[in-house]
């Protein structure tokens, strides 16, 4: 039920979201409260709410009602504020040490009050300062093993599976990713942004009918698979990091997708970070990516093995072949990832932030061969061991 009484939907202001925080009785009447709007993705408001005196933290987020990165030119639904209060649930009733609580959440108002989480780094930021993350891609393997199996038909009765699919039904902010990430990058569209430098590779690019063949299948993966409720945006940036915890937030575009989609965003991301690096700090990641697929093998076999709604559970070699889908998809769809991020609408820092004009060219160059590469030949790489011999390969010869 409501706490506030709102008919209608309105945007907060830092008085507002304080008074929000008092009436919800997290904050007393009487306590001073500090508050700074710290968003900086690319759709919602985020207050982090402060009590000087006892350093007792709050965020409210609320959706806008389009899109922050491009304005107010793009509408955008503030249901997604909804989607993501209740995704947050789910995900924590799996995994409640990687997941942040929710105090308190309002359709009306698209706001969600949680859990402050400023004791840790959002993963990308750190990782472009060079940080370790030692347990990163542990707890990402066993995250999305778990609620990616808890979600799916491997789990659930199919009719709750199908209930559940209904409630995250999120048309709105699938076609961005349909856009965005598995259309507008691989043809001469407005969206696109690169630098003049890039243009031959893009030009080629755009006239690969291979790779766009293998991008479209990819397409129908995401518009017609519904295996598990994916968090829908799980790069580096929604996902917050210490050397001891790690909590994954903001999937507001969560919705009944391919498995290999959470996975294949996680994987593309951390290869920004193989691209950019050298020498020990590379094999970091290269051994992340390696800790990341051992991880959710293992606790997705585990899951596998102890469930016992699938009558097919045992038949010799189901397991692996539901593996090996979701591996060669997470191939494909990381290579949709790199070659979106580096000419699409929406960049990341990763590559965007390196000052030097030639060094950036290069690492950008190379986030396009890779992606090309996962995407033709993720059907011929059996394992992940064979990945990241190629990946290495390539960016061994790059470096040379
Ligand atoms: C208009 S939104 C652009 C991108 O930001 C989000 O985080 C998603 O990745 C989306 O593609
Ligand atoms: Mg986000």
Redesign the pocket.
């Known amino acids: 039920m409501a706490v506030i009484t709102q008919s209608a939907y309105q945007t907060l202001t830092e008085q507002t979201a304080k008074e929000l925080v008092r009436k919800l009785g997290l904050f007393d009447q009487n306590e001073e409260l500090n508050v700074r709007e710290i968003g900086d993705?690319?759709?919602n408001y985020v207050f982090q709410i402060t009590n000087p005196s006892t350093n007792k933290r709050i965020i409210v987020k609320q959706a806008l009602p389009y899109?922050k990165?491009?304005g107010e030119s793009?509408p955008l639904t503030v249901k997604r504020a909804t989607i993501e209060a209740n995704a947050l649930k789910i995900f924590k009733s799996y995994n409640p040490k990687l997941v942040p609580e929710v105090y308190y959440s309002d359709e009306q108002l698209a706001v969600t009050v949680m859990e402050d989480l400023s004791h840790l780094t959002i993963a990308r930021t750190g990782l472009i300062k060079g940080e370790s993350y030692p347990l990163l891609s542990k707890h990402i393997g066993e995250y999305l093993a778990k609620t990616l199996f808890f979600t799916s038909d491997f789990y659930l009765h199919p009719t709750k599976k199908k209930e559940l699919a209904k409630q995250f039904v999120n048309p709105e902010l699938c076609k961005?990713?349909e856009d965005?990430?598995f259309t507008d990058p691989f043809f001469d569209r407005e969206t696109n942004d690169f630098e003049e430098r890039l243009s031959e590779d893009v030009q080629q690019l755009w006239e690969d009918d291979e790779l766009k063949l293998e991008v479209a299948k990819l397409k129908k993966a995401f518009l017609t698979e519904q295996e598990a409720l994916l968090h829908g945006?799980l790069?580096t940036?929604s996902i917050f990091a210490g050397s001891l915890e790690t909590k994954i937030i903001d999937p507001e575009?969560a919705f009944y997708g391919p498995m290999g989609f959470d996975t294949g965003q996680y994987f593309g991301n951390l290869i920004f970070q193989a691209i950019t690096r050298n020498g020990e700090k590379r094999a970091e990641i290269l051994t992340s990516l390696k800790e990341f697929w051992e991880t959710f093998e293992i606790h997705f076999t585990e899951l596998w093995n102890c469930s016992d709604t699938d009558p097919y559970r045992h038949t010799h070699g189901y397991l692996q072949s539901v593996l090996n889908k979701i591996f060669q998809d997470t191939l494909g769809f990381a290579g949709c990832e790199l070659i979106r991020r580096t000419i699409g609408?929406?960049h990341v820092k990763d590559l965007d932030g390196i000052q030097d004009e030639s060094k950036r060219i290069q690492c950008k160059k190379m986030t396009l061969s890779v992606g090309k590469m996962l995407i033709k030949n993720r059907e011929e790489h059996g394992d992940q061991q064979s990945v990241l011999k190629s990946l290495n390969h390539l960016l061994d010869q790059a470096t040379r």
């Open positions: 993705g690319n759709l899109a990165v491009v793009w961005i990713t965005l990430v945006d790069h940036g575009f609408l929406a």
